[in-house]
């Protein structure tokens, strides 16, 4: 459900932290891997992406690297951060292609698909408050 980013918890048990705010990633697009009801596609992933990530996931159909200046979207270049949909994560990560995890800003519910085992092995270590994107727009 929508709301602030401390009302939301992360799968260490403890407040979701931002994940980005430029550009502004999150289904609710307030920068937090929140998800609701009307977030069919599971949010909840904080990921640093990478090129082979997104070359991944152009070929599956959602391209992620360009620009849509109708949504204020500039595009995903490797190493900017992003809430993914937690299957296409799982999708990548069995490929061997998926990309690090920020655990603090990822959501709780993100555990109902894959394990904090796997997770962990891909935890971005001292991230404090999540990433920053910086794009020229």
Known sequence: MQGAGNAATNVLGRPLKLCCSSPVTGF???GYCKTGP???GKHTVCAKVTEE???FSKSRGNDLM???PA???PGLR???????????WKEAYEAGVAPPVNLEATHQNALDTV???V?????IQGNGEGHQNHHSL
């Open 115 to 117: 394990s904090m085992d």
């Open 71 to 73: 949504y204020n979207f």
């Open 53 to 55: 990530f997104l070359l």
């Open 28 to 30: 609710y697009r307030d």
């Open 38 to 40: 009307m977030d069919y």
């Open 66 to 68: 360009s620009p849509v």
């Open 78 to 88: 490797d190493g900017d951060c992003w809430c993914l949909c937690v299957s296409r």
């Open 119 to 123: 997770l962990q092995q891909y935890a």
